[in-house]
């Protein structure tokens, strides 16, 4: 029976490496692209020539404009919530909640949120973009409450916690739109305190 020989598994090794190397440039290339241009100014050549590759390449790994923007902003989402775990590995004590709040409000306050923001408006505008980017919302918002809810040592089968993690989440968002205009890390940095202050007391 024939085989793949040793020189064809050393080939094709290299081969996925750099495809894979390949999709990741576009996919951060993707979110810095919508962050700075908006949906508008975002196509896929822009992208590609962005990374570094060919149209075609980018084509290969996203059909459409719409696969390669939702699977960036969801590439980008799922790393920063990685990222977020890895500060926290064993969770916060209670001391540690205003910490805790600290980085669930900066995934709201950087690129990532601005391509994120950008793709909602075009969502709005774009039936064909809408229901991918609502699935994304729901899968993201699912991720980043689960991540709270497991930070903060959160009990939802209390009363009112569930709400709680919710409006902390919330508020993150509102703080990240505001950031868009203006910088707002003073008023930021008193928010998050009395958010802290406000969830001692309500998880316990």
């Known amino acids: 029976m024939g085989g793949v020989s040793t020189a064809d598994r050393a080939e094709r090794v ?5 495809s894979r190397a390949t999709r990741q440039r576009l996919l951060e290339a993707a979110v810095a692209c919508l962050a700075e241009h908006g949906w508008a ?3 896929v050549s822009v992208v590609a020539e962005r990374a570094g590759v060919s149209r ?8 459409t404009r719409e696969d390669l923007f939702t699977a960036a902003v969801e590439y980008v989402a ?12 064993e969770g916060a004590a209670a001391g540690d909640r205003r910490a805790v ?14 391509a994120a923001l950008h793709l909602w408006v075009a969502a709005s505008n774009e039936e064909q973009l809408r229901p991918r980017v609502t699935e994304l919302e729901l899968r993201v918002g699912r991720e980043s409450h689960r991540a709270a809810v497991e930070l903060l040592g959160a009990d939802e089968s209390r009363p009112g916690v569930r709400e709680t993690v919710q409006g902390l989440l919330d ?4 703080l990240g739109l505001a950031t868009l205009l203006t910088d707002d890390r ?8 009395q958010w802290a202050t406000l969830l001692d007391e309500a998880l316990g």
């Open 14 to 18: 290299p081969k996925q490496d750099r």
């Open 41 to 43: 100014g975002s196509t």
């Open 56 to 63: 075609g390449a980018a084509q290969h790994h996203f059909p």
């Open 78 to 89: 799922e790393e920063r919530s990685t990222a977020l775990r890895a500060l926290f590995p």
């Open 101 to 114: 709040i600290a980085a669930l409000v900066d995934l709201y306050t950087g690129p990532v949120f601005r």
């Open 171 to 174: 508020m993150a968002r509102g």
């Open 186 to 193: 003073a008023r930021r940095d008193r928010v998050v305190s």
